[in-house]
Structures are given as C-alpha cells and as structure tokens.
C-alpha cells in the first residue's frame, strides 16, 4: 500500500468473512467498485475482464427464451415518472410480459467498476432520438466469476430490487443474457457530486449548498439502515445528480446486508438536543403514525419526551476492509470489527469535503492517510469564507461529531439517523419534503409529468 494517493484511489486488500448475523455469514471481497454507478462518466479500475461494447452490440443469443427479465418492480416513489411509465408499458406488450437484452439499444458507455460497466441505452421500440435515457450495467459473469465477485454482483442485485426511494436508484430491469448479467435503472445525466464540487469556485460549496447535499444523503442512508443494508462506500463519486438537482446514491456491491428491526424510542435527554423544544422532525418513512400524539397530555409529554424513529441494523458486524481510503473509519483502518456506525463516520466526512475542498486526513500516500485516520485529531482550515448566512460553527460541530474515532461515542451509534437529524446543523430542515426544495444546481431539462388534476402543472426530471 505504497502507491501515491488520488482522490480516485480505492483499497485492494484480501478480506476476512462478514459476519452478518449469528446465523448467517458470507465472505465477500474486499475491493471497493470504482464509482460505477449510472451516470458516473469516469473510470476508475482496471478494464480488464469487462464486456465489450461491441460484443453487446453483437450479442445474438441462439437459444431467446434464455434472456428473461423479472418484471418491472412496483416504484411508488416514481409513480409519475415517464421513463417508468415507457418501461412498465413496453413490458406490458410482451407476451411474456418481461424485457431482454433485445429490447433496448446500447448507446454508448459511461461508466465502469470494478464489478462491471455502465451503458447508456433505450428501448429499442422508442423513435430514434425520442426514447427516453437508462443506464444499464452490464457484469461478465464468467469475469466476474474468476475474480471471486459473484457474490458481490448479487448482493447488489439483492439490494436493487428492494429499494424504492427518492435518494437511491430504480431498478427499471433486472435480466440475464448469455454470459452477462444486466440491470436497467435511471440515468443520472448530471454527473457526480466530485466533479461537481469541482467546478464550484474554489471547489468546494457553501456550507448551506453542502447542508442540503448531505440532508439528502442522510436520508439515503436512514432508508438502508431501516432495510438492515449497511453502505460502506460513500464517496462524492458515488453521490450522483439527477438532471432535477437531487442526489442518488450509487454502487452497492460493497454493501453488507443484515436487519434492523425499527422502534419507537424516548429518551428524556432529547431536552438537551436543539429540536426538542419544536414538533417532532416529519419523516417520510413508514410507522409515521406511531409518533402521532392523541391526547393533548400527549403533546405536554413530548416536549418533555420525544419520540424518535430509530432503525438500525445493530447486530451486523464485519472484519471486512472494504471502502475508498480516504472514507474509511478508523475501526476499519486499524482492522477491527465495525458496523453502521462507519456510514455515520463517511457521513462526516462527505460534509467536511464539501465544505473545504479536501478529505480531513489525507496523507502523500495511502499508507500515510490510514495512519492519519487512526491517529491524527481532526483540524480545520483557520476560516471558511461565509457569504450564504449559513452558521459554520453548527457545521464544525457535526464533523467533530461524526468524525469521533471511537464507535461507540460517535454521533449516530445509538439512534442512528435520528440523533444526526436532530442536530443543530439541520434546525429548519423539513426531511419529509427535502425532495421538494430547489438543489442548489439544477443541470438537466425539464419533462413534464403526470400530476393529480386538482394540482397545478408540475414539472419533474427524469
């Protein structure tokens, strides 16, 4: 672990089995997927092994009733989305009722990763130039196969096909094709949140574009702790922006799934926490009823009581050393055993890059900045420029926060996301309708979608 550090640089170290619960166990590799996700235009690791463009341009199976697809899933988050809709109706004209290979064209590529590549295509039944964009990955199996990954390949088809929510991908398809194995999502035209926060001036945002971005990924991540699916590789590459300006997380090859079993908690220290005199945080996620007050006596005793809506997946437990140097938590670093906690600590780190243009312990090497994680005190730069009215010193309190080395005392080790939510930093942030509030970017073109008649004309991004 001698090569020199970039910002694209990503562990490659043999790895122990996972343990995920006391009944079930997987090993799984350790090497991290290389910002492959749907739009991610860069490429990160090694080609070798990965399907040719032309090869699927040529891919003729002899035997068509092998390329089956499962159905379209059921995306109540996306119940007005047109490309959707296309791909629900073209599947509803086959007989069969499922899509293949066939039924889409391959554009061109944009993207890879360490377990396959990323096309831009549309159904083949769309006019030409009037289809609407997917991104399909595409994994060589056989490739896949003989680095020992395929248990990767579909631990990620696994998580694809449960998630429904606005920050995380759509799976649209989901077939097999001879020798390959491809899943249609969305296509995120607009880039990733790295070469964003490039092109910002001074290549950083400001902490008030950089609350919203990592509002967004909280979410993200309180859905998958809920689903018992531990991320493990945020990184800005992997945070991609739809065309509307909102973020999708992507790449969850890395991911280690277990259960959480959600619970309503009190605590009569949420006094102490700055949202406890206000009503309870709006949440989009289910057993919202469960924190509705009946009685007025029940709204006296939440001011003094809050409820919280806590899911996490407790009991999973790795040894795996897996994620992108620079995000990787010091129990990882130091080859311990970790768990949710260290998408809590990525967290951190995500907000203190956004907001000044570096990851907080970066060293000249990757040796050098494992070390740093493990032992080095976090330090800020002497100012941060503040010209949006957002307080830094709410921001710097979160990162101390998340960026604390011990597990067990970092911020979201107990109540996972909900202690998070309820810092200082997000005071006026309505989560439940984050997904309305104007991006501090927005890059792509307008579509129109379907809206309810009593509605005014809405417009959505695909």
């Known amino acids: 672990m001698t090569s020199d550090l970039s910002l694209d640089s990503d562990l490659d170290i043999g790895t122990p089995s996972e343990t995920l619960t006391p009944s079930q166990t997987s090993s799984i590799s350790s090497t991290s997927s290389g910002g492959g996700g749907p739009g991610a235009d860069h490429n990160r690791c090694s080609t070798s092994g990965r399907p040719s463009f032309d090869d699927l341009l040529l891919l003729k199976p002899r035997r068509p009733p092998s390329l089956t697809a499962s159905p379209s899933f059921k995306k109540p988050h996306r119940s007005s989305d047109l490309p959707y809709e296309a791909i629900r109706a073209a599947a509803a004209r086959k007989p069969s009722g499922r899509l293949s290979f066939r039924d889409f064209v391959l554009l061109r590529r944009i993207g890879g990763g360490d377990i396959g590549a990323v096309y831009l295509c549309r159904l083949a039944a769309a006019d030409d130039g009037d289809g609407f964009p997917y991104a399909m990955k595409v994994v060589d199996r056989e490739a896949t ?29 989901d077939f097999e094709a001879p020798r390959y194995s491809c899943l249609v999502m969305e296509y995120c035209p607009g880039g990733d949140l790295h070469s964003l926060r490039h092109r910002r001036p001074g290549k950083r945002f400001s902490v008030a574009a950089a609350r919203f971005y990592v509002a967004e990924v909280l979410l993200a991540l309180e859905y998958l702790h809920l689903l018992g699916i531990i991320y493990r590789d945020l990184k800005p590459e992997n945070v991609l922006i739809r065309s509307d300006g909102h973020i999708m997380l992507s790449d969850f090859d890395l991911s280690l799934e277990s259960h959480s079993i959600p619970t309503v908690d009190s605590s009569d220290d949420d006094d102490d926490q700055p949202n406890a005199d206000g009503p309870p945080t709006p949440t989009c996620l289910p057993f919202s009823r469960l924190l509705r007050a009946r009685t007025t006596a029940d709204l006296r005793r939440r001011r003094r009581r809050q409820r919280r809506f806590v899911a996490e997946p407790v009991a999973a437990r790795s040894r795996s050393f897996v994620g992108t140097h620079e995000y990787v938590a010091p129990e990882v670093a130091a080859g311990g055993t970790h768990g949710a906690a260290v998408d809590w600590w990525a967290l951190g780190v995500l907000l203190y890059e956004l907001v000044h243009g570096r990851t907080p312990f970066v060293g000249p090497t990757n040796e050098c900045t494992l070390r740093n994680i493990v032992r080095r005190t976090i330090d800020f730069p002497p100012r941060v420029h503040q010209t949006d009215g957002c307080d830094y010193s709410a921001a710097k309190d979160l990162m101390m926060g998340l960026l604390t080395k011990d597990p067990n005392k970092r911020l979201g080790s107990e109540r996972g996301a909900a202690d998070v939510k309820s810092h200082v930093f997000f005071k006026g942030i309505n989560f439940a309708l984050l997904r309305s509030h104007v991006p501090p970017v927005v890059p792509g073109r307008l579509v129109r979608s379907r809206t309810a008649r009593s509605e005014p004309d809405r417009f959505e991004y695909f």
Request: glycine residues 0%; without cysteine.
């Open 145 to 173: 196969a003989a680095k020992k990954k395929t248990a990767r390949a579909e631990a990620e088809r696994r998580i694809l096909r449960r998630l429904d929510h606005p920050f995380l991908p759509t799976l649209y398809a």
